[in-house]
């Protein structure tokens, strides 16, 4: 199994990026999926995550309202669109792969992608 995430960069404050995560070597569809975050110095922390079926979804509370996930089957991909970006933003954001257990916490995901460096100046 391999998740691709691309999508991160520099971006000003304000600024919008969007998130691509394109899993292989499983059926995308049958699989709960999450973003999260590490910003230097903390831990990695759930930034959002849907169900298999994308009928619900969780936020984190600092996101919402600025960023949304979604998910096309067909195409193996989640995506993480960040609207409003502002500095605390700045992270390492993985998407990740989560099969049961408590969607809240990283132990709950089995496959992880590389991460992609997504960086909001001032």
């Known amino acids: 199994v391999q998740l691709q995430a691309s999508g991160g960069g520099p971006v000003q404050a304000g600024g919008s990026l969007r998130l691509s995560c394109v899993a292989s070597?499983?059926?995308?569809?049958?699989?709960?999926m999450g973003w999260f975050r590490q910003a230097p110095g903390k831990e990695r922390a759930l930034v959002v995550a849907?169900?298999?079926?994308?009928?619900?979804?969780y936020l984190t509370d600092s996101v919402k309202g600025r960023f949304t996930i979604s998910r096309d089957n067909a195409k193996n991909t989640v995506y993480l669109q960040m609207n409003s970006l502002k500095p605390e933003d700045t992270a390492v954001y993985y998407c990740?792969?989560?099969?049961?257990?408590?969607?809240?916490?990283?132990?709950?995901?089995?496959?992880w992608g590389q991460g992609t460096l997504v960086t909001v100046s001032s």
């Open positions: 849907t169900q298999w079926g994308a009928t619900n979804s």
């Open positions: 070597g499983l059926t995308f569809g049958n699989y709960d």
């Open positions: 990740a792969v989560r099969n049961g257990g408590y969607y809240g916490s990283a132990t709950s995901y089995t496959y």
